[in-house]
């Protein structure tokens, strides 16, 4: 085992892929709003999925039951995030400088 001081960090490219994703999708002008609104419900759901894991664990003895709902949850968001781009939002391409 490594010492953690010597590990990568890893979880740090996300944030950069998320501020294009929003950019490209709603634009430059509205990058950061939009980002800060997905850190927001992301931080939100995050504590209340851990406040309701230890509900679950505490009414049910085990943590079965909130590993099959998170993995049910989590092919639903997959889902939903790979529906098609409509043909207006993917005729722009990339957003230029400016915009």
């Keep these: 085992m490594t010492h953690p001081q010597k590990e990568p960090l890893f979880y740090g ?51 079965g039951l909130v590993f099959g709902g998170g993995g049910y949850c989590g092919d639903g968001q997959a889902a939903l995030v790979h529906q098609p781009v409509r043909s207006a939002q993917a005729s722009n391409g990339i957003v230029t400088r400016g915009s």
């Design 13 to 63: 490219w996300a944030v950069g892929a998320i501020v294009a994703l929003a950019a490209y999708a709603f634009g430059r002008k509205n990058a950061g709003a939009v980002h800060g609104w997905i850190f927001c419900a992301h931080q939100t759901n995050v504590a209340a999925a851990a406040w309701m894991g230890g509900v679950a664990r505490d009414a049910l003895g085990q943590y």
